[in-house]
Nanobody, 127 residues
Framework: QVQLVESGGGLVQPGGSLRLSCAAS????????IGWFRQAPGKEREGVSY????????YYADSAKGRFTISKDNAKNTAYLQMNSLKPEDTAVYYC????????????????????WGQGTQVTVSS
């Protein structure tokens, strides 16, 4: 059974950092691309970052560039999203997604393209 479990969310002050984890089971992460998405209250879910199966290609939403870093550890079957310099507008539920496809820069952030999703982890940035 394919399963993705996010963790690492929480409450952090503006300017702080968090590292989200996405633990995969039921499949091996080296055969799947990983995407991170987020959904703020009253807003549509949006793509945050993407990493290809090999880890050789990454994409970021403009809002994440320079602050967030996506990575994956295939040996641990876990993907990560390191988030630095957090802002109140980063507050959202963060989801990881997995798919066998390799996406282009204009396709990875369409959530309909992804097969598997985690349950989400809440990130709140507030003083």
């Amino acid at each position: 059974q394919v399963q993705l479990v996010e963790s690492g969310g929480g409450l952090v002050q503006p300017g702080g950092s968090l590292r989200l984890s996405c633990a995969a089971s039921g499949f091996t992460l080296d055969s799947y691309s990983i995407g991170w998405f987020r959904q703020a209250p009253g807003k549509e879910r949006e793509g945050v970052s993407y990493i290809s199966r090999s880890g050789g290609t990454t994409y970021y939403a403009d809002s994440a560039k320079g602050r967030f870093t996506i990575s994956k550890d295939n040996a641990k079957n876990t993907a990560y999203l390191q988030m630095n310099s957090l802002k109140p507008e980063d507050t959202a539920v963060y989801y990881c997604a997995a798919d066998r496809s390799i996406f282009s820069d204009n396709a990875w952030n369409r959530d309909a393209n992804w097969d598997y999703w985690g349950q989400g982890t809440q990130v709140t940035v507030s003083s």
